[in-house]
């Protein structure tokens, strides 16, 4: 079984916080945190970083600090214990009495960087080491449990491995199904695939070995080039087709006069725990930033380089977000009328400059903060120069995820009995 890209020191910082964050939803006095408590001190300086440290270095009094501690489930007797693994990290100082705090400025992947450091000082017992490798494995797509048996298998014992797994239900840090019909049960993220949850379940416990591990090398593909062609991934049609009907991956289509051009995401860009709501303000964030991703991958790879072809994508929403307006070139007028109509940018025609040369701006900042966020967590070499072409092609049409989701599901073939049997056979092997 290939395993996943080893976790970057920021991202198993962002884990540690998220899980502590969500640990303190329960009662100090459950015995299952004392498998935990590491997990849960280093989280809880990483959650009280975040919020003393700013841009700039601030003394504060000791009253804010107490406050802010409390914010993060860290209570008095406790706090100077925090406060000391904090200024052990050169994060914060005080005054020989202890009323008046200097705090450094501290950049965001600077406070997580700081957050595993912590953790690693603990230090973590062999169960809480692997725990955001965990919930990390499980974010790029469920997991049945002979899967996360097998993956943990290599780093702990068969009594941690179960321990672990009651852990991550009781404390629920994953969701988990039973899967009808089948031995086992089904692991994964409840915010992103909790409302598809049992028909994953059903879908992964038909496939064997070799197509579970071609999914994940088109999930890991995905996950580390957001806005990546389909053809581009080495994965059957079937494949393919599943992951999308199933949500696994997602799929936007921009079209234009010269035809349809097709991205695909994870669907970590879909908003967190709504549900099966759709009519939030939420969402329209959240499709606004697949949006301006399937229409910079357009800009990059369908466009020329005489009308403004984007090189690079993270560049461009940095210079969107960082200075008031870019351009001018001809592609900007002409490539991105879907977000100036959604009100995402807003276009200006370039007066001094011949012919038809416009100027960007962002008028909803958030979706080019989610690209930006994504974009810059992830691989963002260049694609095939086969997906460049010289011909003048103009977007004039969006298709979000739920369209392709839907016209996935009902392309994807049944399964007949004998191949149900066979299937099983191999999975329980």
């Known amino acids: 079984m290939s395993r996943p890209k080893p976790l970057s020191a ?10 502590s964050k969500h640990l303190l939803r329960f009662h100090v006095a459950h015995i299952g945190l004392d498998a935990l408590e590491n997990i849960l001190f280093a989280g809880k300086c990483g959650s009280l970083l975040v919020k003393l440290s700013g841009d700039q270095a601030e003394g504060l009094n000791f009253a804010k600090v107490r406050k802010h501690a409390r914010l993060c489930g860290i209570g008095a007797k406790e706090l100077q214990a925090h406060l000391e693994a904090l200024k052990g990290q050169a994060c914060i100082d005080w005054n020989a009495g ?11 992947d600077r406070v997580l960087v700081t957050t595993t450091q ?32 097998e993956y943990l298998n290599d780093v702990l014992t068969e009594a941690d491995v179960t321990q672990l797994l009651a852990l991550l239900q009781s404390f629920e840090l994953l969701g988990v199904n039973d899967i009808e019909g089948s031995v086992g049960r089904l692991f994964f993220n409840g915010h992103q695939f909790g409302d598809r949850s049992r028909d994953i379940g059903k879908a992964l416990s038909t496939l064997p070995r070799a197509a579970r591990s071609e999914l994940d ?5 995905v996950a580390k080039t957001p806005g990546l062609p389909p053809d581009q991934i080495k994965a059957s049609p079937e494949i393919k087709k599943l992951a999308v009907g199933l949500g696994i991956v997602e799929e936007s289509t921009v079209a234009s006069p ?21 009519e939030h303000l939420e969402d329209d964030v959240f499709h606004h930033a697949k949006m301006l991703l399937s229409s910079l991958r357009f800009g990059e790879l369908r466009s020329s380089s005489g009308r403004g072809r984007i090189m690079s994508p993270d560049v461009l929403v940095t210079a969107l977000l960082e200075r008031d307006r870019v351009g001018p070139c001809t592609a900007i007028g002409q490539d991105y009328v879907l977000l100036e109509g959604e009100g995402v940018i807003r276009t200006t025609r370039a007066s001094h400059k011949p012919g038809e040369q416009f100027y960007m701006e962002l008028r909803r900042r958030e979706p080019a903060r989610i690209v930006k966020s994504l974009l810059e967590s992830n691989d963002t070499a ?31 073939p049944a399964r007949d009995a004998e191949t149900m049997r066979r299937f099983l056979e191999e999975l329980r092997t």
């Open 217 to 221: 090398s088109l999930v890991e593909a």
């Open 10 to 19: 920021s991202r198993r910082g962002a884990w540690v916080i998220n899980a």
């Open 98 to 108: 202890g009323t008046e705090f200097q705090v450094l400025a501290f950049s965001r």
């Open 258 to 278: 010269a035809g349809n051009a097709t991205f695909l995401t994870s669907p970590r860009l879909a908003p967190p725990s709504v549900g099966k709501e759709t």
């Open 382 to 412: 260049l694609m095939d120069s086969k997906w460049t072409t010289s011909a003048l092609e103009l977007p004039s049409g969006y298709s979000g995820p739920e369209t392709a989701r839907a016209s996935a599901i009902a392309q994807t």
């Open 118 to 149: 912590l953790f690693e000082l603990a230090p973590p017992t062999p169960l809480e080491r692997v725990l955001p490798d965990v919930l990390e494995y499980c974010l790029l797509r469920p997991r049945l449990e002979s899967e996360l048996r």
